[in-house]
């Protein structure tokens, strides 16, 4: 009977031990993807209808802004920026469109390319650096090591309880 009461106060302790180590870690992996990965933004549409001037022609002059969600930091927090015309195809860029990665604005400057758009739509897409995203890649290995450690302490304090000697779980991991 002592033997069952020690066999379920070690089950119980595993089970706690397990379930928070669990918690814990999945709230640390949330917050690992944030800080090591950019944030994808899919074909955007925008209306260029403001930039329109007489005889369908564009004016440089108008400028378009990318809303993302760092506040520019002077870090380029925009990796990538493609900018499509309504049938798919890649604007140039400093040929069709200037873009300033940093503060996320861009204008169009080929009014021959932009002239061919009858609904007067463009289609963006880019990468950014979301306000948790840590720009240095020693820090964001370390991010990761710290998640891996706690996922294999977890493992380790798991394994120890089970096959502790002497109690009726171990025994019988012994025995197969």
């Not at 927090?77 to 604007?91: K, M, S, W, Y």
């Not at 710290?146 to 380790?156: G, K, M, R, V, Y």
């Amino acid at each position: 009977m002592a033997k069952i009461k020690g066999d379920l106060a070690m089950i119980m302790m595993l089970f706690i031990g397990v379930t928070l180590a669990i918690v814990f870690t999945t709230q640390i992996a949330n917050n690992v993807f944030d800080q090591t990965n950019t944030v994808t933004a899919p074909n955007e549409t925008q209306s260029i209808v403001s930039a329109r001037l007489a005889g369908n022609d564009v004016d440089p002059g108008t400028l378009f802004t990318v809303t993302f969600d760092q506040v520019a930091t002077g870090n380029d927090p925009i990796d990538t920026f493609v900018l499509r015309d309504e049938q798919g195809n890649a604007a140039t860029v400093t040929t069709d469109y200037i873009v300033n990665l940093t503060t996320g604005t861009y204008t169009l400057v080929n009014t021959s390319f932009w002239s061919q758009e009858p609904e007067n739509t463009t289609f963006r897409s880019y990468n950014y650096k979301g306000s948790d995203y840590v720009d240095d890649s020693g820090s964001r290995l370390m991010i990761a090591l710290i998640l891996l450690f706690a996922a294999l302490a977890t493992l380790a304090f798991g394994i120890s309880s089970v096959a502790k000697p002497g109690t009726t779980l171990g025994n019988m991991l012994r025995r197969a």
